[in-house]
């Protein structure tokens, strides 16, 4: 067998589960799964702020723009569509304001998406150099975690589920939310 390549990509301060195959044929139907929203990915992020509803749906389209170094997505009516599900995990209030832990469904896999729709919802994910409220983003990692991934590899057959737990930079944030290991993991995906 040949070296492991990519099903799917992360945006690069993004951690957690990541999908690998490892012949041709497998990466054609891994990137047709993804091409098709057939895989359910769940990521956690803790963001600055408190989401006015405890979850809902962000529709919002996004669009590049810019060129070279410096290029970003924007929310736009012109761009490609781009839908979001999200629930409130738990929440701390600090001295530099609320953090709250939220789920993140993508039903939609398009580039910075979490991270701009999470800004558009007026809580930026903390870390996030490029789509935060810089006064609240002291953090210089960005804390977004995929942390489940359902993949219906085999017809007839249930989905595979992968977890991946939260890199040592996110825990205590989490843990401050309410986050409590395992228990949180049962959660998901479910």
């Known amino acids: 067998p040949r070296p492991p390549s ?22 054609q139907k891994l990137s047709k799964l993804f091409a098709t929203s057939r895989v359910r990915k769940t990521y956690w992020a803790v963001v600055s702020g ?28 012109s761009g490609q569509e781009a839908v979001t599900g999200y629930k409130v995990l738990g929440s701390v209030k600090s001295f530099g304001g609320i953090r709250t832990w939220l789920e993140l469904q993508p039903y939609t896999g398009r580039t ?12 930026p994910i903390v870390g996030d150099q490029l789509y935060g409220n810089r006064i609240h983003q002291q953090e210089h990692t960005l804390m977004l975690h995929a942390q489940a991934v359902s993949l219906p590899l085999y017809s007839g057959r249930k ?8 890199p040592a930079h996110m825990i205590e944030a989490l843990s401050a939310c309410g986050f409590t290991g395992a228990r949180a993991l049962t959660r998901t995906l479910t």
Do not use: F
């Open 6 to 27: 990519l099903g799917h990509r992360l945006d690069r301060d993004t951690s957690g589960c990541l999908i690998l195959g490892r012949h041709r044929k497998a990466l």
């Open 159 to 166: 989905p595979i589920h992968l977890t991946a737990l939260p």
């Open 50 to 77: 408190q989401p006015k509803r405890n979850e809902g749906r962000i529709e919002l389209s996004l669009k590049k723009t810019g060129r070279g170094p410096g290029w970003k997505m924007k929310g736009d009516r």
């Open 112 to 123: 910075h998406q979490l991270r701009v729709h999470a800004a558009a919802l007026g809580c």
